[in-house]
């Protein structure tokens, strides 16, 4: 068996690279060789390539979050192909198995991990962005630690559906924060991958009204298909007025942003009604900034962020198998490694959704 593999490798801000010699990763007790099928290319991998501050601080690689070279990628799944000592047991999978792990490696130690809240690790690495402990999917293989948090996926899902797993349960940990209820009149603000992965998981809950707002009317049809009782462009729609109009003038009860657009959250406060929920998803690529005396003296609203997606993953897959959501429309286009970069390409065009490497 060889011990090299391909893979894509990122040694800093637009210097991403095809290597054909990259070592295979070697698994010792509790740990999982996975021969990847599918990595999808986040937002948070187009803006990292491009050199968000967010990922690169002040442009020294020494300090920044993303700890390199490293393999990117952290909407992966694959296939269980070697096993290490004892993981069959801990993980309860055996070789065959369609796994995916959590995108997070939590350490297991620190005060978040052992109070339940691993998502919030306080090592915090996430797949994709820190090198030897937290290589991503855009390779041949990938380990998975006796530490991660593994599930298995029913072996007639789909290749596009198991590669929005991630994703969904991104959307899921979102949904959750927002509380939705039946009298809830609730607008997302995004619908592209992780909204409209929000726009099937929202019309569940079954709230009054719901509202999606993008600028891209191919992707406003998509959220209406799933379940959008009205989508707004705010190119052509006076988004504000119609939120206002349709609330008797008191504005929304839940806004989720999900644009990573500055203009989505001024719009949001100013859409949201007194004692309204927020709930903040997106990564930004620059700072965002506001009056921040309409969050506290003038509305007293409910603020809250989401990351990753943490307890969703089986309820995502459960959700797939069912039914009930699906990747058609979201999965737009699929490459190969070795067409990485029309993939990363692709992936930043208004044409594409979300955009596959298939190892």
């Excluded at 406060?269 to 900034?289: N, P, W």
Aim: glycine content about 10%.
């Amino acid at each position: 068996m060889s011990e090299k593999m391909k893979g894509v490798v990122c040694y800093g801000p637009s210097d991403y690279r095809l290597e054909n010699n990259i070592p295979k990763p070697k698994i010792g007790p509790g740990e999982v060789l996975v021969k990847v099928k599918s990595c999808g290319i986040c937002a948070g991998d187009i803006k990292a390539c491009a050199g968000a501050p967010m990922f690169w601080g002040n442009g020294n690689l020494e300090d920044s979050w993303v700890k390199t070279p490293v393999v990117p990628g952290h909407e992966y799944w694959g296939i269980v192909e070697a096993l290490g000592e004892g993981a069959a047991e801990l993980h309860n999978i055996e070789i065959g198995d369609h796994v995916i792990s959590e995108q997070i490696v939590p350490c297991r130690k620190c005060r978040f991990c052992r109070s339940g809240k691993y998502w919030m690790c306080e090592t915090h690495n996430i797949r994709g962005f820190q090198k030897d402990v937290a290589d991503g999917g855009m390779a041949e293989y990938m380990k998975f630690y006796a530490h991660d948090y593994v599930h298995k996926i029913p072996k007639t899902m789909s290749l596009e559906d198991a590669a929005l797993l991630e994703p969904m349960a991104c959307a899921i940990h979102v949904v959750r924060r927002a509380k939705i209820d039946w009298a809830d009149i609730v607008v997302l603000a995004g619908a592209g991958p992780l909204g409209l992965c929000m726009a099937q998981l929202i019309p569940l809950l079954t709230p009054k009204k719901f509202i999606v707002i993008d600028m891209d009317n191919e992707r406003l049809k998509l959220a209406k298909q799933f379940g959008a009782d009205l989508t707004l462009n705010p190119t052509t729609d006076n988004v504000q007025k119609i939120v206002k109009d349709l609330t008797g003038g008191y504005g929304c009860d839940v806004y989720i942003e999900a644009t990573g657009n500055p203009k989505a959250v001024t719009q949001g406060l100013e859409m949201i009604r007194k004692l309204g929920r927020f709930v903040e998803f997106s990564v930004f690529s620059h700072e965002t900034t506001t009056d921040w005396s309409v969050i506290g003296d003038r509305k007293e609203l409910d603020i809250m962020g989401a990351h990753l997606g943490p307890y969703a993953y089986d309820v995502a897959i459960d959700l797939f198998d069912r039914g009930l959501v699906t990747s058609k429309g979201i999965v737009t286009h699929q490459y190969s490694l070795d067409d990485y970069k029309e993939a990363f390409k692709m992936a930043e065009k208004l044409e594409s959704i979300k955009v596959l490497l298939n190892p």
